[in-house]
């Protein structure tokens, strides 16, 4: 079946540092990819998506590349702030059980905390 | 209103009670899901309602739980005889109905969930 993995958290980081997130997933057929973030106290919104491979998503200085050849959807930020902290969801959609609908399934999640 | 609510946002209650857990979707969103995160777990796919219908069930993970929804709006999802490992944030997401192609995909927008806790 389709699957996520990412790496595990909290990932620290000072102000204004590179950020790597890896994801990599396992799906049949072709899957759209998401990030999405959950900021404190928060609801779960949607960060960028790619729904073909190469394709680039972009949102807010984050970036993610739909690497079809190595199955990852890595995003990365050139310079967090501290009002990036938060968790960071990978997830990729599937065809839900008899119907058409996109049903999405996401990994663990990785903690980001950001210190000035 | 603006987004996606919920209620309760915190629910304890005593192994072996029901519990009710409540859905409000963004008017206009006929497509709704539940989901499920534990702890060290991802969030887990529960349940998709088109309108007041539920074409996948097939992350429900026992038949103590079930889910309604009524007038294509409000949803309720309700556990019965609950058990400690029913312990989770519980989470519920609306969109506009997607497609079958995997290039049709509509923004699924999320509530705040509910975390249910159970002694």
């Known amino acids: 079946g389709n699957s996520v993995t990412q790496m595990e958290g909290p990932v620290t980081l000072s102000e204004e540092a590179f950020l790597t997130i890896n994801c990599t997933y396992t799906?049949?057929?072709?899957?759209?990819l998401f990030w999405y973030v959950q900021y404190p106290g928060e609801g779960l919104q949607l960060l960028l998506k790619a729904t073909k491979a190469d394709d680039k998503g972009s949102n807010k200085g984050f970036e993610a590349t739909y690497r079809k050849e190595t199955t990852s959807f890595h995003l990365e930020k050139g310079s967090v702030q501290v009002s990036d902290s938060a968790v960071y969801f990978c997830?990729?959609?599937?065809?839900?059980?008899?119907?058409?609908?996109?049903?999405?399934?996401f990994g663990t999640g990785t903690r980001l905390l950001v210190s000035p | 209103g603006a987004g996606v609510s919920q209620s309760p946002s915190n629910k304890v209650t005593e192994k072996g009670k029901d519990v009710e857990l409540r859905c409000d979707p963004i008017?206009?969103?006929?497509?709704l899901y539940w989901y499920r995160q534990s702890l060290g777990q991802g969030l887990e796919f529960l349940i998709y309602?088109?309108?007041?219908?539920?074409?996948?069930k097939s992350g429900l993970p026992s038949d103590r739980f079930s889910a309604e929804r009524t007038g294509g709006s409000v949803s309720t999802l309700t556990i019965q005889r609950t058990q400690q490992e029913d312990s989770a944030v519980y989470l519920c997401?609306?969109?506009?109905?997607?497609?079958?192609?995997?290039?049709?995909?509509?923004?699924?927008?999320f509530g705040p969930g509910t975390r249910l806790t159970v002694l």
């Open positions: 799906a049949t057929g072709y899957p759209s």
């Open positions: 309602f088109q309108g007041n219908s539920a074409p996948d």
């Open positions: 008017s206009g969103h006929t497509a």
């Open positions: 997830a990729l959609s599937g065809l839900g059980m008899n119907t058409g609908f996109q049903k999405l399934v």
């Open positions: 997401a609306s969109s506009f109905p997607s497609g079958g192609s995997r290039r049709q995909y509509n923004e699924q927008f």
